[in-house]
């Protein structure tokens, strides 16, 4: 097995599949895999060489995006993790949909955040094609493109071909759908819909010219193995973004008594996920404050970017201190409209986009 040193160079040098699925189970098992304890491969040593590589695609620049939840509580469907399921019991109630002024606002102060994008998301299975939702989510993403303050993107569940028309028509330029674990441990997590319903909206969504976001939670209890089925499928799909979320057990879920990931785990899974997804923008989202004192590491291993402000329902810690790390960290958020570091090298595989542009 080549180490990380060696692996970085491959890919710097343009080989963007230098690290094997091996490889990988490798490095996300701490070496263990390979049955020899003496080949345990150091986290430091992988995030060495996982800086290399952010840094040689992406520079200092830093992809920073917010949320908003469109449609909060009384999801249908019953992901374990999840507090606005209607399976728990759990803090969040169902509530309307989100005004659309309200969408609006969130997407200036996303702005004022140096948040490049705003995504819209909807505690819904799904949106149907003449159902108020839908309806509702396009007349929002017209507003948010009006405004020109950020990049409008969305997370809606399942959505039919005739739905993600409308939704690119009205501004949207990138659909987010996790794929949240590997396929073997997915029924651990969720039973109202299979694996493959995802990966086929994540297909559909970039037949249509799309971005793609897609990425999932670590912590569930899941094995490095089903790690490393998630980042098989990842590239497999060649998606665009990466979010990697960290699980924040909440009160009421089925996963309410899991115990967090140790911050040098949590390390070793971006540093070990970046070297076998290079192009991808790898951002950090819910449950990063896990990290405590070791936060600014997570560029150090090799994360792009990373979500600002509170997460649909769980805090985050404050704008100003993010900010502040990373003027510390001598790092910049890319400017709304900038080039996509990310896209180059991208797979000729989608549809020309119908994009709208975003108002200067």
């Given at each position: 097995m080549s180490g990380p040193a060696a692996i970085a160079d491959a890919i710097i040098a343009g080989d963007l599949t230098a690290l094997d699925s091996n490889g990988l189970l490798a490095y996300l098992d701490g070496g263990s895999a390979t049955g020899s304890g003496d080949t345990r491969v150091?986290?430091?040593?992988l995030m060495a060489a996982a800086d290399r590589v952010r840094r040689a695609r992406f520079g200092h620049e830093?992809?920073?995006?917010?949320?908003?939840?469109?449609?909060e509580g009384g999801c249908p469907e019953d992901c374990g993790f999840c507090a606005q399921s209607k399976h728990f019991d759990t803090h969040v109630k169902p509530s309307k949909f989100t005004p659309i002024d309200q969408m609006v606002r969130?997407?200036?102060?996303?702005?004022?955040?140096?948040?490049?994008?705003?995504?819209l998301v909807t505690a819904t299975r799904g949106l149907e094609d003449d159902g108020f939702g839908l309806d509702h989510i396009v007349a929002g993403l017209r507003a948010i493109?009006?405004?020109?303050h950020t990049e409008a993107h969305a997370s809606l569940g399942f959505v039919s071909d005739a739905g993600f028309d409308r939704l690119i028509d009205a501004g949207l330029t990138e659909f987010n759908h996790n794929l949240e674990t590997g396929r073997s441990y997915f029924s651990e997590i969720v039973t109202t819909h299979t694996y493959d319903d995802r990966i086929d909206t994540i297909r559909r969504a970039q037949a249509k010219g799309l971005r793609t976001c897609v990425g999932g939670i670590f912590g569930m209890g899941e094995k490095p193995i089903h790690r490393v089925e998630m980042a098989q499928t990842l590239r497999e799909l060649d998606v665009d973004e990466v979010p990697l979320n960290f699980l924040v057990s909440i009160?009421?879920?089925a996963l309410a008594k899991v115990e967090p990931l140790a911050p040098l785990e949590m390390l070793r899974i971006i540093a070990a996920y970046r070297l076998f997804l290079p192009r991808q923008n790898i951002f950090?989202?819910?449950?990063?404050?896990?990290l405590g004192q070791l936060l600014p590491m997570m560029f150090s291993a090799g994360a792009s970017g990373?979500?600002?402000g509170d997460f649909l329902t769980t805090p985050n810690r404050s704008v100003d201190d993010d900010l502040r790390m990373l003027d510390e960290l001598g790092l910049v958020p890319r400017v709304c409209g900038s080039g996509r570091p990310e896209l180059a090298g991208r797979a000729a595989t989608a549809a020309p986009a119908r994009r709208l542009p975003v108002v200067a």
């Amino acid at each position: 097995m080549s180490g990380p040193a060696a692996i970085a160079d491959a890919i710097i040098a343009g080989d963007l599949t230098a690290l094997d699925s091996n490889g990988l189970l490798a490095y996300l098992d701490g070496g263990s895999a390979t049955g020899s304890g003496d080949t345990r491969v150091d986290v430091w040593e992988l995030m060495a060489a996982a800086d290399r590589v952010r840094r040689a695609r992406f520079g200092h620049e830093v992809h920073l995006c917010s949320i908003i939840n469109a449609k909060e509580g009384g999801c249908p469907e019953d992901c374990g993790f999840c507090a606005q399921s209607k399976h728990f019991d759990t803090h969040v109630k169902p509530s309307k949909f989100t005004p659309i002024d309200q969408m609006v606002r969130a997407s200036e102060q996303a702005a004022t955040r140096n948040a490049s994008a705003l995504g819209l998301v909807t505690a819904t299975r799904g949106l149907e094609d003449d159902g108020f939702g839908l309806d509702h989510i396009v007349a929002g993403l017209r507003a948010i493109r009006a405004a020109g303050h950020t990049e409008a993107h969305a997370s809606l569940g399942f959505v039919s071909d005739a739905g993600f028309d409308r939704l690119i028509d009205a501004g949207l330029t990138e659909f987010n759908h996790n794929l949240e674990t590997g396929r073997s441990y997915f029924s651990e997590i969720v039973t109202t819909h299979t694996y493959d319903d995802r990966i086929d909206t994540i297909r559909r969504a970039q037949a249509k010219g799309l971005r793609t976001c897609v990425g999932g939670i670590f912590g569930m209890g899941e094995k490095p193995i089903h790690r490393v089925e998630m980042a098989q499928t990842l590239r497999e799909l060649d998606v665009d973004e990466v979010p990697l979320n960290f699980l924040v057990s909440i009160d009421g879920t089925a996963l309410a008594k899991v115990e967090p990931l140790a911050p040098l785990e949590m390390l070793r899974i971006i540093a070990a996920y970046r070297l076998f997804l290079p192009r991808q923008n790898i951002f950090i989202a819910a449950g990063r404050t896990h990290l405590g004192q070791l936060l600014p590491m997570m560029f150090s291993a090799g994360a792009s970017g990373m979500m600002v402000g509170d997460f649909l329902t769980t805090p985050n810690r404050s704008v100003d201190d993010d900010l502040r790390m990373l003027d510390e960290l001598g790092l910049v958020p890319r400017v709304c409209g900038s080039g996509r570091p990310e896209l180059a090298g991208r797979a000729a595989t989608a549809a020309p986009a119908r994009r709208l542009p975003v108002v200067a």
